[in-house]
């Protein structure tokens, strides 16, 4: 099950569960749309992964209590700015590579 972590790792943006701004990539390292088109160039700076949406929590319980209530989002903040110029130096040998190759 997802985390829901709180906010972008990279710029603290707070992200809630709600949020369609969210970004995580396969280890749920998770970041703004933001950060992910203008700083990471779709390059997870954890992993070298690509990011999609992150999904929403259903905040009602539609069915069996799978919903927010039941399973909160996490609290723990990960704020771990990048550095953008190695980032660059990341992101360049891998940015062009699809991700279903990387
Ligand atoms: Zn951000
Ligand atoms: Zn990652």
Redesign the pocket.
Known sequence: MLDLRPTCENCNKPLPPDSVEARI?????TFCADCVERVLENV??????NFVPRPIRPANNWRDGNCLGEYPPAKTVRHRPIDAAAHRQFAAAINGIPPEQR
């Open positions: 990539c396969s280890f749920e390292c997870c700076p954890n992993c070298g992964g």
